[in-house]
């Protein structure tokens, strides 16, 4: 009894602290634009299945994609386990499923334990590759300090999750003679041989409760984590954008402007935006579009964009993923100014601190440097390496879009490409006719 | 255009020709050998000539949307008042903006990639390689453009070109998909390098030498400068020709 009231004041505690950090990331993520995201629900539903369930992109790799797949797998199959821990925890029972289900109890426990060791396995080779192998792309510079660290504890964590299964249930079925014969624990249990009855039942127990605490650390860690995107890739793969890769975002606003300008037909009331100081493009998180914000919350710096960026395997200072992890660790600074309610944050004193409403003298430029976006080939590259459909390059094109249209600034060396474009109509200024090639 | 439009001719397609393909030495090249080839066929096509500009995509990707949808609605102006419905263009960024960004502003044409026409042509047995084949034992590497390869998906077509051409044809080992940028895209081509530890089309040059190819293939202008730049900085420029796919089957074909 005294157990069951324990469960369910801790269940509550972390369940309640973890919606309360998840709604947190929520609201961050929301700090962005709106973006209406329309297109095609079957292609969208066969994103979330083929690209998150299915984990398409990650056999693009086929070595930490078949290990990633045996964390996955475990991972999705264990939850089968945890609804039963629930209800053991919560109604005072002990293995609540198994009268129910019999031998497919067994099947599907047995099941379970073989994904967990081959999940066990895969976090083990996971722990070399970063530590020992030390891959490239777990070693750029923006992976120093807490990223790193980030990734280990993650591998810890699972460690400790499968360790806390097997030991339950190795202990369990010594206390219970064996008769469960779950098929990796049957060869675990021998190890109990000689020990009392007191002794077992502590250990399922230990192994029982060090499970779901871990479980509960695991949840609430994951809104502080690079690795939510276990949460975060379904709708990411779902809101994806559809529309044809080469197609940067047209900008209406300016569109009609620039039609008023040459006598076309344009709407009425075209200028009227532009009355007040025109702002384009995006120099913060709260002028990148939520959907931006909810790739930098999926990202989980696996590194493949930056892997496979041009600019970056040339030694450039860009990073494809450093872009994503700055966005969320400015959305996170703004989040939590916000949060504190300070007047001193207020554009203006007089109304509520808010998104539109906020300021503390910096930007998004004070993480990503000019030098980042100016090395940007726009090869898409990086688009095509994510995993879980993220865009590091849309953010990159609207920090751009801020730095010339809004400052004015960008590199000189684009001055005379944009002056002929807009005295001659050509890219590059030249004395000759377009048909001159037809007399050479 | 003009003319044509004047005598009340309409053509079968328009001949995007692009800035480099207009201006840049060797891109014209490219220009001539895909004119000839379809003047060869017999194809009735047109250039807008000086009424043609910059679609705008170095301009758009820079940032500077003004300067992009100033030259956009300048040119489906042009286009529209001629009534083009079917555009080729020998150049993936302008394919890529007419083709995926002019509809925004109101431009609807069907634009196809000068590889995508040139396999039409040869699947319809309208383009004849000659017999022996002029490439027959030289081994051709092909390096995919970003613009045309993994950003428009036609990874095809361009082979299916070359295969016509009878020579070895070899991969790299980053190719279709992954496929690495030749480093000018992006409004690159009109800037130096931000600072680092090579350029990205020396890495391009590299790795297409390693397959130590006759002749490297591209399907872009810029791809073009920057792979031949590639090549002679690594001193291969006597031995390795950086050719476009029409100049290709321009050379080999029957006329």
Request: net charge negative; proline share 4%.
């Amino acid at each position: 009894m005294i157990q069951q009231i324990l469960f369910v004041l801790v269940a509550a505690f972390a369940l309640g602290y973890a919606w309360l950090s998840f709604m947190r990331i929520r609201r961050n993520i929301l700090l962005g634009q709106d973006e209406k995201i329309g297109g095609d629900t079957g292609q969208r539903w066969r994103n979330v299945l083929l690209v998150a369930f299915g984990q398409q992109k990650m056999f693009k790799r086929w070595i930490p994609a078949v290990f990633h797949f045996f964390i996955y797998a475990a991972f999705l199959l264990t939850q089968i386990e945890l609804i039963e821990i629930f209800i053991d925890g919560a109604a005072g029972r002990h293995r609540f499923f198994r009268p129910a289900l019999g031998g497919f109890y067994t099947f599907l426990i047995s099941f379970i334990e073989v994904l967990s060791v081959l999940a066990l396995a895969a976090t083990i080779i996971f722990l070399i590759r970063r530590n020992i192998l030390r891959i490239a792309r777990f070693h750029k510079p923006e992976m120093k300090g807490w990223p790193f660290k980030d990734a280990n504890i993650i591998l810890y964590l699972e460690f400790a999750l499968i360790a806390c299964i097997f030991i339950m249930n190795s202990a369990d079925m010594a206390l219970h003679d064996n008769e469960y014969g779950f098929a990796v624990s049957r060869f675990l249990s021998p190890v109990w041989s000689g020990a009392s009855e007191a002794t077992l039942h502590a250990a399922e127990r230990f192994g029982w409760w060090g499970h779901i605490l871990v479980v509960f650390a695991f949840l609430n860690y994951l809104p502080f984590s690079k690795h939510l995107h276990i949460v975060l890739a379904f709708p990411n793969t779902w809101y994806a954008g559809l529309k044809p890769r080469g197609e940067m975002e047209n900008m209406p606003a300016i569109m009609n402007e620039v039609k008023s300008m040459m006598g076309l037909s344009a709407t009425e009331d075209a200028g009227a935006g532009m009355d007040e100081i025109p702002e384009f493009g995006a120099n913060d998180v709260t002028g990148l579009s939520w959907k931006n914000l909810l790739d930098a919350y999926s990202c989980t710096e696996c590194g493949r964009c930056t892997s496979v960026c041009p600019a970056n395997l040339t030694g450039k200072k860009l990073s494809p993923r450093k872009i994503l992890m700055d966005i969320r660790d400015r959305a996170e600074e703004i989040g939590r100014n916000l949060a504190t309610g300070e007047k001193s944050f207020a554009k203006d004193q007089e109304k509520p601190l808010g998104r539109d409403n906020y300021q503390d003298g910096k930007s998004l430029f004070d993480y990503i440097t000019r030098e980042e976006i100016h090395a940007c080939t726009t090869c898409n590259a990086c688009v095509e390496a994510c995993p879980v459909l993220i865009n590091p390059l849309d953010p990159i094109l609207k920090l751009r879009r801020y730095e010339i249209l809004t400052e004015s600034a960008g590199p000189a060396d684009w001055l005379p490409m944009f002056n002929s474009i807009e005295n001659g109509g050509a890219a590059w200024s030249m004395n000759i006719d377009r048909e001159h090639w037809i007399n050479e | 255009m003009a003319e044509m439009a004047a005598s009340g001719e309409s053509p079968e397609i328009l001949f995007w020709v692009g800035c480099a393909g207009s201006f840049d030495a060797r891109a014209q090249k490219i220009t001539r050998a895909f004119a000839e080839i379809m003047t060869a066929v017999g194809l009735n096509f047109a250039i807008l000539g000086n009424e043609e500009s910059c679609t705008g995509d170095p301009a758009r990707r820079a940032g500077n949307e003004f300067l992009f949808q100033m030259a956009a609605l300048q040119n489906i102006q042009t286009l529209d008042g001629y009534g083009v419905k079917k555009i080729v263009t020998a150049c993936p960024h302008c394919f890529n903006t007419l083709k995926n960004e002019y509809p925004a502003l109101g431009g609807n044409y069907e634009v196809v990639h000068h590889t995508q026409l040139l396999q039409e042509l040869i699947d319809s047995g309208r383009v004849r390689m000659n017999e022996g084949g002029t490439f027959k034992g030289k081994r051709i590497v092909y390096h995919d453009s970003c613009y045309l390869g993994r950003i428009n998906g036609v990874y095809e077509a361009p082979r299916t070109v070359l295969a016509a051409l009878d020579a070895d044809l070899a991969e790299m080992k980053r190719s279709r998909s992954n496929g690495l940028c030749c480093g000018a895209g992006g409004a690159q081509m009109w800037k130096e390098d931000e600072p680092g530890s090579k350029r990205i089309n020396i890495e391009r040059a590299e790795e297409a030498l390693e397959q130590r190819p006759d002749i490297i293939a591209v399907n872009c202008p810029f791809c073009m400068t920057m792979l031949s730049d590639g090549v002679k900085a690594k001193e291969k420029q006597d031995e390795v020709m950086v050719y476009d796919l029409s100049e290709l089957i321009v050379n080999g074909m029957v006329k």
